[in-house]
């Protein structure tokens, strides 16, 4: 109930009943003018009194509405914003570039953890680990040069966050590289054995790759949520 329908209810309500009291006057004669004039007095003040509650409870229920509105408007504007609106064609071909990028530094991973494992094993014979470590250098630097290739060839169509997360996984698997190729540093003066010994840090700086990958995995992964095909 509006306080326009709140005015009129009390309005006619009291004008019948002063009508009514009018009449008495009339039959009833001075005496009884005085009483209707307290009553009307006493009326006037209950119907303030009336509308003011009224307008309370009123003005309780629009501070709720507008509270309610501006909370859902706000919900609204957060969805908004964390959306980004693509064409299918445009999604089609980030999604392609994403996915060979992921395939080709997971190769990358995979390569590295081969010639610096976490956790690794030796062959007894000597030449077989000899050619087994030469090969695996080998294909580490294949799938290293392919992953920083596809990179390039693909930097301005990927956020610029995702591109340097990927440049820090190709710096440190350089690093690797490097680590393994000491054991052909003429200018090293110590026993082969020695020389193919990796540090602890190298060590763990294989597994520092796995989880950079991982974490660039999970930024890709909430930005192609966040898209809608429009």
Do not use: C
Not at 172 to 187: E, I, P, T
């Amino acid at each position: 109930m509006d306080m326009s329908t709140v005015n009129t209810v009390i309005t006619v309500s009291w004008d019948s009943i002063l009508k009514l009291m009018g009449s008495l006057v009339i039959s009833l004669g001075g005496g009884a003018a005085i009483t209707l004039f307290i009553f009307h007095f006493a009326a006037d003040r209950l119907a303030e009194r009336l509308k003011g509650k009224y307008q309370l409870e009123l003005d309780k229920r629009l501070e709720s509405y507008k509270a309610d509105i501006d909370q859902r408007l706000e919900s609204h504007k957060t969805e908004l914003g964390t959306k980004q609106y693509i064409t299918q064609k445009k999604f089609d071909f980030e999604f392609s570039v994403y996915q060979t990028l992921a395939q080709s530094f997971f190769e990358l991973d995979a390569a590295i953890n081969t010639i610096i494992p976490v956790v690794g094993y030796t062959l007894a014979d000597e030449d077989v680990q000899t050619k087994k470590e030469d090969e695996d250098y080998e294909n580490s630097v294949n799938k290293f040069r392919s992953a920083q290739n596809e990179l390039r060839k693909n930097a301005q169509f990927i956020q610029e966050d995702v591109y340097e997360k990927y440049l820090e996984v190709i710096k440190l698997s350089s690093m690797q590289l490097n680590a393994y190729r000491r054991r052909w540093n003429v200018g090293y003066l110590a026993p082969m054995a020695e020389k193919k010994k990796f540090t602890l840090e190298e060590f763990k700086r294989t597994g520092e790759i796995t989880k950079k990958l991982d974490e660039i995995n999970r930024v890709v992964r909430k930005y192609i949520d966040g898209l809608v095909i429009v």
